[in-house]
């Protein structure tokens, strides 16, 4: 009998041994496939990486070589023969998503007019009040005197009395909706250009200096060709053109994005290009770079 005791407990301690072994070989194995997935999403970002500098490469070069102005002849570059500076998505060969934004088409938020940051708000649903009060308080707390705007705050140490340097502190500043926060994002900007061209301004925007229908047929008839001021004229019945610029500025905001698997990677850009420089100055400077 003794024998059979002694197999029965070698019996047991190899059927341990073979758990445990199987248990590491489990373990090993969920390791390995770990690492392999995570070497995978790895190469995905190096490629996404590759493929966002490369479509940034040649939107530099189209910039420097091409006339800002929707091209359609296959002499040009491939992205300039898609691309628009109104926002409109596109994508390059590589299937990055690019998108090109004229700044002179937003206004500025430094110099803020209220004549049309009011309009703005108050045409896309923000009532007139609360859009004279969100100016108000952004006009305070630029200005530097200590004279308070009609619904503004100027309480002592309360307000910046400078430029706002990034258009994110406005959530700081005045507790905005959802929908006041995007629109303030999309329309705004701290780089002023100059003059307003409506020509690459948001439909919002448009709404401003026109009516809906025909802000609304504006956008539909760029995103089919390239529009001119005549184009402008005919169709929104607008004709005051020392108020408004017609050509794109040359400081734009620049969006890339790409996905593959797991991997997905936004770049933000602001690039202030100067194509006829010369001697050792910058052909582009880049304002803002951000991940």
């Known amino acids: 009998m003794r024998p059979q005791k002694h197999s029965g407990i070698a019996l047991i301690q190899v059927l341990l041994i073979v758990a445990l072994l199987s248990v590491y070989a489990l373990y090993m194995s969920g390791t390995a496939k770990q690492q392999l997935e995570l070497a995978a999403v790895a190469q995905d970002r190096a490629q996404v990486e590759v493929d966002l500098h490369d479509a940034l490469s040649q939107i530099t070069y189209s910039a420097l070589t091409h006339s800002f102005e929707k091209q359609q002849t296959e002499s040009v570059s491939e992205i300039a023969q898609r691309w628009n500076f109104y926002s409109d998505p596109f994508k390059t060969s590589t299937g990055v998503t690019v998108k090109l934004q004229d700044l002179s088409a937003k206004l500025s938020l430094h110099f803020l007019d209220k004549t049309y940051f009011i309009p703005l708000l108050a045409r896309n649903g923000v009532s007139y009040q609360r859009a004279s009060e969100i100016a108000d308080r952004l006009l305070d707390w630029q200005d530097i005197d200590n004279i308070p705007e009609p619904q503004g705050y100027e309480a002592e140490n309360q307000v910046r009395n400078g430029f706002i340097p990034d258009i994110t502190e406005i959530e700081h500043i ?9 629109l303030i994002f999309d329309n705004l900007t701290t780089f002023y250009v100059g ?5 690459n301004a948001s439909e919002e925007l448009l709404r401003v200096v026109t009516d809906e229908a025909a802000a609304s047929h504006l956008v539909d008839v760029r995103r089919q060709r390239r529009i001119n001021r005549f184009d402008f004229r005919d169709i929104t019945g607008v004709n005051r053109y020392e108020e408004f610029r017609f050509a794109a500025s040359l400081v734009i905001s620049i969006e890339l994005h790409k996905q593959i698997g797991e991997a997905a990677v936004t770049k933000q850009y602001v690039i202030a290009f100067s194509p006829y420089v010369i001697g050792r100055e910058a052909p582009i400077n880049k304002l803002v770079e951000q991940n």
Not at 174 to 182: G, I, N, P, R
């Open 195 to 199: 003059s307003l061209n409506p020509l």
């Open 174 to 182: 005045v507790d905005l909706t959802e929908k006041e926060k995007q």
